[in-house]
Every structure is written in C-alpha cells, then in structure tokens.
C-alpha cells in the first residue's frame, strides 16, 4: 500500500486580504492571468516541479470558466504544491471545490496552517477515492465515510472555532467529521494545494474565506469595531474591544503602506498621500477591516 506522507514543508508567502469574505476564482475579474499561477497576486509555488504543474486551466471550473490545476505525471516523485497566506478570524469558514481527474494515482491535498507552520486543517481526497481529514487527536489523517468518484465538482468545508479549538468538515453541505484543533494554535494563516506526484491530477476552484464573526450587520459589525476621525488628516483611532496585535494600511492597489505591532490603539497616517486606504487590526480572536479616506 502507498505510504501516505504528511510531513509538510513548504515556504512563505505574503497575502493581504481587505474584506471580511474572500473569494478566489482566479477569474480575469479578479485580477488573474491564464498560466503559471507563481508569482500572481500573492501565490508562491513550492517544491522543485516546474511552475507549469501549478498553473490556471480553462478546461474545467465550478465557478466561472477557470480553476487551478494541480498537475501530476510523476517526473518529480516528491510532494510540491501552491500556497498563500489568507485573512485570519478567530471563528471562520474556509471552503473551496475539487475536482480529481483520475484516482488510483496522486493524493490531493487541501492544508491550512498556522503562520508558524502547524497543521491547523487538512483535507484529502486520496487516490483510493476516500476523503480523509486532519485529526489533532490522532496525529494525521483519519478515514472519513465519504468516497468520491473521478471527473466530477465537490464542495469541502472547514469550520474552525478557536474559542472552542474545534474543527468541522463538511463535503456538498454534508458533515462528515469533528475534531479538536490543537490548542497551542491560536490562528491559521496559511492555505496550501499540495500533491504527492503519484501520476493523478487535480483541479481546485472557488476558493472562500469568511469570517463567522463578522457575517453580522453592520450596526454590531460598528460596535465592534471603529475608526475615528474617518477622513483623517493626520492620526487614526481604533475602537475595539481586547488588545492590538497589528495595525496595518493597504492602499487601493492592495500593497502594505504602513504597519506596526506596538499595540497602540492609534496610528498616525500624516506622512500618506491624500486618498482612500483600507486599515486592517489584527487581535487575538479576528481580524477587522476598515476603508478610510486620508486628506
């Protein structure tokens, strides 16, 4: 029987996101180019495949007319891969469709990690055509009842709650499995598309993250969370409950402006351009973001 390895090493990357929900379907809309997906937006491969094995296809998609294709022939005979970091909630749903093109080859991974690298969630769908999870109690992986066939679109959810360090996964709206999330880990921040090049390919699409604490109006979305002045000429206050752990400033074009991790519930923003920015705080329980205009 095929050993299934599930030491994972894999490198950085830098992701901003600056909404509550993301979604990634590597549509042109979204900023997305055909092609090698290394080096697009915030995606960084992994491994020693060519950047072709990890790239966009037009021949199959769930949501619009593009996914990305994890391809496998056996030319590296060693796990590679995709990765990027991605918004960071204390209570969130991360979700995402999977296509296996043929089994009995390639295990197909879906990982998210801490930002230290710790195995937070981890789906397969594995090459006997079983959906295995991650499971903290047991170490590894642990078989699920679910099995899937070949050539056809699923849909896989992970809830993850770090009030309670518990993890659920769901495949098309079905649960299939609770299990503890180590509790040393405090956070994920790190999603990763991961093969073991046994020769099978798959494909990856509609990737979402969303934020449970946040999916609530916007009069308690205020209470939690506020800036003020908004517009600023010089400096921004923050009005949050619990301790700071980062401030950050992205322009509109999504790259970082300023940051600092003081724990200050204060930023001055004097030295910026004039114009509209997003400000991200990071605490130890979500993530919040807010558009401000600097004068």
């Not at 449970?212 to 400096?235: C, E, G, M, Q, W």
Request: proline share 2%.
């Amino acid at each position: 029987m095929k050993k299934i390895l599930f030491s994972l090493i894999a490198t950085g990357a830098i992701f901003s996101s600056l909404e509550a929900q993301t979604k990634i379907s590597f549509e042109a809309s979204e900023g997305y180019n055909t092609g090698t997906l290394n080096g697009q937006k915030t995606w960084t491969a992994w491994g020693d495949a060519p950047n072709s094995y990890t790239a966009l296809s037009t021949s199959r998609a769930s949501d619009g007319t593009r996914s990305l294709k994890i391809l496998s022939n056996e030319s590296v005979g060693a796990d590679y891969g995709i990765e990027s970091t991605v918004p960071s909630y204390g209570k969130a749903t991360i979700s995402y469709d999977i296509n296996v093109e043929t089994l009995g080859g390639s295990d197909n991974y879906f990982i998210v990690y801490s930002d230290e690298y710790d195995v937070v969630a981890a789906v397969d769908f594995d090459y006997t055509g079983t959906v295995l999870v991650n499971d903290f109690e047991q170490d590894g992986l642990a078989e699920t009842t679910k099995t899937f066939t070949a050539n056809k679109w699923y849909n896989v959810k992970i809830d993850l709650d770090f009030a309670t360090h518990i993890a659920k996964y769901y495949v098309d709206s079905v649960l299939l499995y609770t299990t503890a999330i180590d509790p040393a880990v405090t956070g994920y921040g790190i999603v990763d598309l991961m093969t073991d090049d046994y020769g099978t390919s798959f494909y990856v699409d509609n990737i979402q993250i969303k934020s449970a604490t946040l999916a609530t109006s916007d009069a308690v979305k205020n209470d939690i969370f506020r800036v003020y002045p908004n517009p600023t000429v010089d400096v921004l206050n923050f009005d949050i409950a619990g301790k700071i752990n980062t401030l950050e400033v992205y322009n509109t074009a999504g790259i970082l402006v300023k940051s600092t991790k003081d724990g200050a519930k204060s930023l001055n923003v004097a030295a910026l351009s004039k114009g509209s920015y997003v400000v991200k705080v990071t605490t130890e329980n979500a993530s919040y973001t807010k558009k401000v205009i600097k004068k």
